[in-house]
């Protein structure tokens, strides 16, 4: 820490301008560019709190003091100029990084919650959840100013949800908390115990998540709004698969490799988000061979024109008939936009693809999926040809082994 590289630093050293007394006091330094990490909890050197404030896990910078829970880099002047530079950024670019949705939200950066009262998440459900709001702050968005008692006392905040996202380009498993049933308590007596409603909330949520034979063998945890008097129910979502994604493009070679990615036993659901400005051509998303460059495969891509389409061949020879798919119409979806795709398919064939979290098309495939495609996928077709080269960004691939509604997707896209 001598060289000033934490930001716990500040004020502990020697001031740097010239002074009659000796020895120097203690004083802010005037060189805050040095200061390029934040500090957190504890010995931040070798801990998970390191630099806190310059990471875009709002978790972390959450703290307990009291009955007070408050964002600490909001006192931290240094931690407002670095997210001000980092969203300014994405924004330029018009990247789209689901980690940093509740960090460049002044809503959910400075109040904890979102405009609409509803929780802020990382990356829509990614993750994390943000476990109730913050109720002081610095004062910027006309919250109590609890600096004066800012002080050791505090502890972190406790973690709602942490999600284990693999590397990029790598294959693993991945875990999503999606709201998936929201109530309106007002008008619930808590079992005939009081006529004007209201009375029970927190109880009958609790009790609808764990009690109730029609949501306990999937919800994993609920929240109740005692303002809006909501009751939001969240399941467990296991990704068999995902990987970050990457660029994909021009030739085969530059296409995303997705290592053990095994294709999926029905039923499963397949979802990405997708970005190119190619509207010709076929685009595999995702695509498995048999590896010896016969005719059976299983594809999920953009069509010509920017549709979606989802195919699968049994076979391995060019047999008529053996190639069967599912097509939409009236999409473009290469506009060189991000878009949320799907493909979900059942045990019985039926398939139904997404876009934007909107049914786009359904239909039929054969009832029994290819057999003996190799355990890895490419952004480009790899059976009787090498072609159909994705060409452009490819984001969040993940695979479920369940078949997804529109309203599970949207908790993961």
């Given at each position: 820490?001598?060289?000033?590289?934490?930001?716990?630093?500040?004020?502990?050293?020697?001031?740097?301008?010239?002074?009659?007394?000796?020895?120097?006091?203690?004083?802010?330094?005037?060189?805050?560019?040095?200061?390029?990490?934040?500090?957190?909890?504890?010995?931040?050197?070798?801990?998970?709190?390191?630099?806190?404030?310059?990471?875009?896990?709002?978790?972390?910078?959450?703290?307990?003091?009291?009955?007070?829970?408050?964002?600490?880099?909001?006192?931290?002047?240094?931690?407002?100029?670095?997210?001000?530079?980092?969203?300014?950024?994405?924004?330029?670019?018009?990247?789209?990084?689901?980690?940093?949705?509740?960090?460049?939200?002044?809503?959910?950066?400075?109040?904890?919650?979102?405009?609409?009262?509803?929780?802020?998440?990382?990356?829509?459900?990614?993750?994390?959840?943000?476990?109730?709001?913050?109720?002081?702050?610095?004062?910027?968005?006309?919250?109590?100013?609890?600096?004066?008692?800012?002080?050791?006392?505090?502890?972190?905040?406790?973690?709602?949800?942490?999600?284990?996202?693999?590397?990029?380009?790598?294959?693993?498993?991945?875990?999503?908390?999606?709201?998936?049933?929201?109530?309106?308590?007002?008008?619930?007596?808590?079992?005939?115990?009081?006529?004007?409603?209201?009375?029970?909330?927190?109880?009958?949520?609790?009790?609808?998540?764990?009690?109730?034979?029609?949501?306990?063998?999937?919800?994993?945890?609920?929240?109740?709004?005692?303002?809006?008097?909501?009751?939001?129910?969240?399941?467990?979502?296991?990704?068999?698969?995902?990987?970050?994604?990457?660029?994909?493009?021009?030739?085969?070679?530059?296409?995303?490799?997705?290592?053990?990615?095994?294709?999926?036993?029905?039923?499963?659901?397949?979802?990405?988000?997708?970005?190119?400005?190619?509207?010709?051509?076929?685009?595999?998303?995702?695509?498995?061979?048999?590896g010896q460059g016969s005719w059976m495969s299983a594809e999920f891509r953009l069509s010509e024109g920017g549709g979606l389409l989802y195919g699968e061949s049994q076979s391995s020879g060019a047999v008529v008939g053996a190639w069967k798919e599912v097509v939409s119409s009236g999409l473009a979806l290469a506009d060189g936009g991000w878009h949320s795709v799907a493909v979900v398919r059942l045990a019985d064939g039926k398939v139904t693809l997404y876009a934007d979290g909107a049914v786009a098309a359904s239909g039929v495939v054969n009832v029994e999926p290819p057999v003996g495609l190799v355990p890895m996928a490419r952004s480009a077709r790899v059976a009787h040809t090498q072609d159909?080269?994705?060409?452009?960004?490819?984001?969040?691939?993940?695979?479920?082994?369940?078949?997804?509604?529109?309203?599970?997707?949207?908790?993961?896209?």
């Amino acid at each position: 820490d001598v060289d000033a590289s934490f930001g716990q630093c500040t004020g502990s050293a020697p001031a740097s301008y010239l002074d009659s007394a000796e020895p120097l006091r203690p004083g802010s330094w005037s060189t805050p560019a040095f200061i390029h990490k934040s500090g957190g909890w504890g010995n931040t050197n070798n801990n998970v709190y390191s630099n806190v404030c310059f990471s875009q896990n709002v978790t972390r910078q959450r703290y307990v003091i009291g009955d007070s829970v408050i964002n600490v880099c909001h006192f931290n002047p240094i931690a407002s100029w670095w997210r001000d530079v980092l969203c300014q950024a994405i924004n330029i670019l018009g990247a789209k990084l689901y980690d940093t949705e509740s960090f460049c939200s002044d809503d959910c950066y400075y109040h904890g919650r979102n405009s609409d009262g509803s929780p802020c998440e990382g990356g829509r459900g990614h993750a994390f959840v943000l476990d109730g709001p913050l109720n002081g702050t610095t004062g910027r968005r006309d919250l109590p100013n609890l600096l004066p008692i800012l002080q050791l006392a505090g502890e972190p905040a406790p973690e709602y949800l942490v999600h284990p996202i693999p590397s990029a380009r790598t294959g693993g498993t991945a875990v999503t908390l999606a709201r998936y049933q929201s109530f309106n308590t007002t008008d619930w007596n808590c079992g005939g115990r009081c006529k004007e409603g209201g009375c029970c909330g927190v109880k009958d949520c609790k009790h609808l998540c764990f009690d109730d034979v029609r949501y306990k063998q999937t919800c994993h945890s609920q929240e109740f709004d005692p303002f809006t008097m909501t009751c939001d129910l969240y399941r467990q979502l296991n990704a068999t698969y995902y990987s970050e994604g990457g660029h994909s493009g021009p030739s085969l070679s530059d296409s995303i490799p997705f290592l053990n990615a095994a294709f999926p036993k029905a039923p499963f659901t397949i979802a990405a988000n997708i970005r190119s400005g190619e509207p010709s051509g076929c685009q595999d998303i995702i695509a498995w061979g048999d590896g010896q460059g016969s005719w059976m495969s299983a594809e999920f891509r953009l069509s010509e024109g920017g549709g979606l389409l989802y195919g699968e061949s049994q076979s391995s020879g060019a047999v008529v008939g053996a190639w069967k798919e599912v097509v939409s119409s009236g999409l473009a979806l290469a506009d060189g936009g991000w878009h949320s795709v799907a493909v979900v398919r059942l045990a019985d064939g039926k398939v139904t693809l997404y876009a934007d979290g909107a049914v786009a098309a359904s239909g039929v495939v054969n009832v029994e999926p290819p057999v003996g495609l190799v355990p890895m996928a490419r952004s480009a077709r790899v059976a009787h040809t090498q072609d159909c080269v994705f060409l452009g960004d490819i984001s969040d691939l993940q695979m479920y082994g369940i078949p997804f509604d529109q309203t599970l997707l949207a908790a993961i896209l």
